[in-house]
Structure formats: structure tokens, C-alpha cells
């Protein structure tokens, strides 16, 4: 556990939801914080990472939905895909062919541009 006040806040103050397919664990708060919205927090199984998380459940967490979701009834249509991390600042990062880490141009030596010359017919 990476941060241990978040770790004795969810003993004493929180109610456990519902855990997803990953082994996260969503939380919300059992104390009433007057006119405000509960608090609602996830406990990451492995990594830290929110771009792993279901869209239901980023959508509880924010309070665009207010049932919990439920992965019994949870339809999925034909066009939805897995959810992939966000890989940025790794090495399986998307680089375009002209990007300056980018292996293959260096490999093929591809030029960013083509010089303009004014009198060069096509």
C-alpha cells in the first residue's frame, strides 16, 4: 500500500461497493459531509494507474451516475473495445515516422520535408 493515510481512512471512514474485473476496490465514504456529495475512492490492486479503469466506474467515481454499477446487467454493444492503458512515456508509445525517437527513421533516414525550389516544374 503506497499511501497508508488513504489505507486508515478507508478502514475507519469507508464502505466497501464493489471491486471490478482488475481487483480494484471502490469505496465511498459511510460519514455524512452535509449539503456536499459523498466521497467516493478506488483502492488500485497493482498500479496506480486511472486510465485502467472502467468507464462505469470513472463515471461513478465522478458522480455522473449515482447507482453503483453492476456487472451482471452491464450490456456490451458490438462497437466497444478493451480498455488499453494510456502508454505514453513508455516504449510501446505511439511515434509517427518523422518523430526524432522514432527507430525506423533513423534505419530508412526520412526527411521531415521537402525543400521548396521556385523553379522546379512537377
Avoid at 60 to 81: M, R
Avoid at 83 to 99: C, V
Wanted: proline share 5%; net charge positive.
Amino acid at each position: 500500500m503506497k499511501n497508508i493515510s488513504l489505507y486508515l481512512y478507508t478502514i475507519f471512514r469507508g464502505n466497501l461497493v464493489g471491486k471490478d474485473q482488475d481487483g480494484n476496490k471502490y469505496y465511498k465514504s459511510n460519514i455524512s459531509h452535509g449539503v456536499k456529495k459523498e466521497r467516493r475512492w478506488v483502492l488500485y490492486k497493482k498500479d496506480n494507474d486511472p486510465t485502467k479503469l472502467e468507464p462505469i466506474w470513472q463515471a461513478w467515481l465522478h458522480h455522473v451516475i449515482v447507482e453503483v454499477p453492476n456487472f451482471k446487467t452491464k450490456k456490451n454493444f458490438y462497437w466497444q473495445k478493451k480498455i488499453s492503458p494510456n502508454l505514453t512515456g513508455t516504449e510501446k508509445a505511439y511515434l509517427p515516422t518523422g518523430h526524432i525517437l522514432n527507430k525506423e527513421r533513423k534505419i530508412k533516414r526520412i526527411k521531415n520535408y521537402e525543400s521548396w525550389t521556385p523553379d522546379k516544374k512537377k
